[in-house]
Nanobody, 115 residues
Framework: VQLVESGGGLVQAGGSLRLSCAAS????????MGWYRQAPGKQREVVAA????????NYADSVKGRFTISRDNAKNTMYLQMNSLKPEDTAVYYC?????????WGQGTQVTVSS
């Protein structure tokens, strides 16, 4: 399975971005998916996760009410809609996918929120 993120960039505080994660390869093996972020000097943080059918989602407290995760299995794509962005959301965002045998993750996309 290959995962490719897109949609990152520079945005002012209060703005919005939508990240996409396109999956290819043996996508039939994927169960849950999600997003995590890594900021310099900070621990990795899982910000959102979604079950295989999209019926259940989980969010970190730091993004609840601002971020929305979704997936379109027909397009093998997952999304992260990020609203009301804050400077502390600045990080590299990675998508990940879980299968019974392996975990997969993408190369990451930079999100920078200016104050």
């Amino acid at each position: 399975v290959q995962l490719v993120e897109s949609g990152g960039g520079l945005v002012q505080a209060g703005g919005s971005l939508r990240l996409s994660c396109a999956a290819s390869g043996s996508t039939f093996s994927i169960n849950a998916m999600g997003w995590y972020r890594q900021a310099p000097g900070k621990q990795r943080e899982v910000v959102a996760a979604i079950t295989s059918g999209g019926g259940r989602t989980n969010y970190a407290d730091s993004v609840k009410g601002r971020f929305t995760i979704s997936r379109d299995n027909a397009k093998n794509t997952m999304y992260l809609q990020m609203n009301s962005l804050k400077p502390e959301d600045t990080a590299v965002y990675y998508c990940y996918a879980l299968s019974p045998e392996y975990d997969y993750w993408g190369q990451g996309t930079q999100v920078t929120v200016s104050s």
